[in-house]
T-cell receptor, first 114, second 114 residues
Framework: DAGVTQSPTHLIKTRGQQVTLRCSPK?????VSWYQQALGQGPQFIFQ?????ERQRGNFPDRFSGHQFPNYSSELNVNALLLGDSALYLC???WGTGNNQPQHFGDGTRLSIL | QQQVKQSPQSLIVQKGGISIINCAYE??????FPWYQQFPGKGPALLIA?????SEKKEGRFTISFNKSAKQFSLHIMDSQPGDSATYFC?????????????FGTGTQLKVEL
């Protein structure tokens, strides 16, 4: 039973570039959430996708956008990269958006902005 | 109102001892409270979770105590082992707009010494 998989594991970009991160949810899960984790901090919610629609959004600028595909996988896109975007980007999957559905995390993509 | 406050920031416990991590929240709309364990270079792994209508939940050496009136909850790790050395995050889940999101505490670095 495959868990949440993310690619790539590491990425180095320069300021102003654009990046796309990918996530495949755990088998049986249909909901994907994205989080940003700065060094030494707790994860911060970016947005959540369910039924190919953005259902919830955290306090992140429009430079952060996403997509969910019919197979439930998801992409996170970040445009006009800033130095402050350097972080671990985590994808979490769950079954539906109802009560008490645990979110399971992948190991993340480490994004470094030079 | 969206914050989850976690303490202590770091904790050193002797092998076989009890590790206790505390969290507090303000928003009574939170309705699910998971704890995650994170090792360096890995994503957060779900440890144990509790609903607000339950005062205690135990799974193996891990126990959550929940005080709804005080809006506080804690993680107890019994018989702490060196392999438990990791960063622990409390979190709280809220539903709105057809989706949900986790708000994380700032994390506790636990070190279990021999």
């Amino acid at each position: 039973d495959a868990g949440v998989t993310q690619s790539p594991t590491h990425l180095i970009k320069t300021r102003g570039q654009q990046v796309t991160l990918r996530c495949s949810p755990k088998s049986g899960h249909d909901t994907v959430s994205w989080y940003q984790q700065a060094l030494g901090q707790g994860p911060q919610f970016i947005f959540q996708y369910y039924e190919e629609e953005e259902r919830q959004r955290g306090n992140f600028p429009d430079r952060f956008s996403g997509h969910q595909f019919p197979n439930y996988s998801s992409e996170l896109n970040v445009n006009a990269l800033l130095l402050g975007d350097s972080a671990l980007y985590l994808c979490a999957s769950s079954w539906g958006t109802g009560n008490n559905q645990p979110q399971h995390f992948g190991d993340g993509t480490r994004l470094s902005i030079l | 109102q969206q914050q989850v406050k976690q303490s202590p920031q770091s904790l050193i416990v002797q092998k076989g001892g009890i590790s206790i991590i505390n969290c507090a929240y303000e928003n009574t709309a939170f309705d699910y409270f998971p704890w995650y364990q994170q090792f360096p270079g890995k994503g957060p792994a779900l440890l144990i979770a509790i609903r607000p209508d339950v005062s205690e939940k135990k799974e193996g050496r891990f126990t959550i105590s929940f005080n709804k009136s005080a809006k506080q909850f804690s993680l107890h790790i019994m018989d702490s082992q060196p392999g438990d050395s990791a960063t622990y995050f409390c979190a709280a889940l809220i539903h709105s707009g057809g989706g949900n999101k986790l708000t994380f505490g700032t994390g506790t670095q636990l070190k279990v010494e021999l």
